[in-house]
C-alpha cells in the first residue's frame, strides 16, 4: 500500500500535503502496513513509556501518577505540574537536580520542560540504582546505558545496532525502523513493568499529554490502548488486542496525525471516522480549511 497522503486544502485549493507511513505487528508479523514500514527515524518522546520501564522495576513505592507523569509530555497543567513535584519529592531530588534547559514559550522554569517528569522519574531511578544524579544526561552514563539496553530487548534488536542521538531535552534518543517500533510497542505489557506503566497511562492520560494532545485523546477515546507521541511527526500506539502501531509524517508534521490515524486504524477495525476531516482554524477561531486524505 502506498503511503497515506493528507492534504490540508482552504476554499478547496491544495495548500500543503503530508505523506506518512504506517506499520501495524501483531504477534512478530506486520499485520498492515502503508508506505515503508523500514522508514527509520528517532522515537524522540515516543520513547518515553519504554524509559519508565527500568523505574517501574526499581521502585515498588511508586504509583501511578508517578509513572503517567514520568511517561509524558506534558502541558505543564497545574495536575501535572503537581505530579512532578510528587516524583521528584519521592526521588528523592529537587528541581536544580533536573539537567534541562528552559524550554521556549514556556514560564522560565525546569519544571515546566514538557520532559521534566521523564527527567524526574530518570532521577529516581539513579536513587534507587546508586547511580550519580550528577551526569545523568550523558550517553556514558548507566542510566542511558540502561536505557539502550531497555530499547534492543523491548524491539528484539542488537544494541550496537541502533543508532543513538541526544533529544531535544538532553538526553539519549534512540533509532528504529517503523516496524521494529510497532514491534516494540506490540511487546509492551509483556516486557519487565510494562504492565505498571501501561495501567498508569491508561489510568491517567490526562497526564500523559494534557488538554489536546493526541494521545491523551487517543487512551480515553480507545479503552485498552496506550499511545505515546514523539517529536518529528512520530506517534506509537499499543492497542487493547496487542497490536502495535508507528506512525510518522515524513516532512515532521503532526498535524497530519488524526486524518492518517482514522485511516489507517480503519483497516484495523477501529473506528476513528470523528477525524477524517479536522478543521484549521486562524488566529480568530474560524475554520479556514481542513485537513483530510487526499482523494
Not at 36 to 65: H, I, M, N, V, W
Not at 105 to 124: E, I, Q, V
Not at 222 to 234: C, I, R, S, T, Y
Not at 263 to 286: C, K, Y
Request: some cysteine; glycine content about 8%; charged content about 25%.
Amino acid at each position: 500500500m502506498d503511503p497515506l497522503v493528507v492534504a490540508a486544502r482552504r476554499n478547496g485549493v491544495v495548500e500543503a500535503i503530508h505523506r506518512v507511513h504506517a506499520v501495524a505487528v501483531r504477534d512478530g508479523a506486520v499485520v498492515a502496513e502503508a508506505g515503508d514500514g523500514s522508514f527509520t527515524c528517532y522515537l524522540r518522546s515516543s520513547s518515553k513509556p519504554l524509559q519508565a520501564l527500568p523505574l517501574a522495576l526499581a521502585r515498588d513505592d511508586l504509583d501511578d501518577l508517578d509513572l503517567a507523569i514520568a511517561s509524558a509530555s506534558h502541558r505543564a497543567t497545574d495536575d501535572q505540574l503537581a505530579a512532578v513535584r510528587a516524583l521528584l519529592a519521592k526521588a528523592p531530588a529537587t528541581e536544580e537536580d533536573l539537567e534541562l534547559g528552559l524550554q521556549e514559550g514556556r514560564p522560565p522554569t525546569k519544571l515546566h520542560h514538557n520532559c521534566s517528569g521523564k527527567h524526574a522519574g530518570m532521577l529516581a531511578l539513579c536513587v534507587a540504582r546508586g547511580w550519580p544524579l550528577r551526569g545523568y544526561v550523558e550517553a556514558e552514563h548507566p542510566l542511558q546505558r540502561e536505557l539502550l539496553r531497555v530499547h534492543a530487548e523491548a524491539a528484539e534488536a542488537e544494541p550496537d545496532e541502533i543508532p543513538v542521538a541526544r533529544d531535544g531535552c538532553g538526553v539519549s534518543t534512540f533509532a528504529l525502523p517503523l516496524e521494529r517500533m510497532a514491534h516494540a510497542f506490540a511487546r509492551f505489557e509483556s516486557l519487565p513493568g510494562g504492565m505498571r506503566v501501561a495501567a498508569a497511562m491508561r489510568a491517567h492520560p490526562e497526564l500523559v499529554g494534557g488538554p489536546g494532545a493526541i494521545d491523551t485523546e487517543l487512551m480515553e477515546a480507545l479503552p485498552g490502548w496506550v499511545a505515546k507521541g514523539g517529536a518529528e511527526g512520530l506517534i506509537c500506539l499499543r492497542a487493547a488486542d496487542g497490536t502495535g502501531i508507528a506512525l510518522k509524517t515524513e516532512d515532521g508534521s503532526p498535524r497530519a496525525h488524526r486524518p492518517a490515524l482514522a485511516a489507517f486504524l480503519r483497516l484495523l477495525e477501529t473506528d476513528l471516522s470523528r477525524w477524517d476531516t479536522v478543521p484549521i482554524e486562524n488566529s480568530r477561531g474560524e475554520a479556514v480549511g481542513e485537513l483530510s486524505l487526499l482523494s
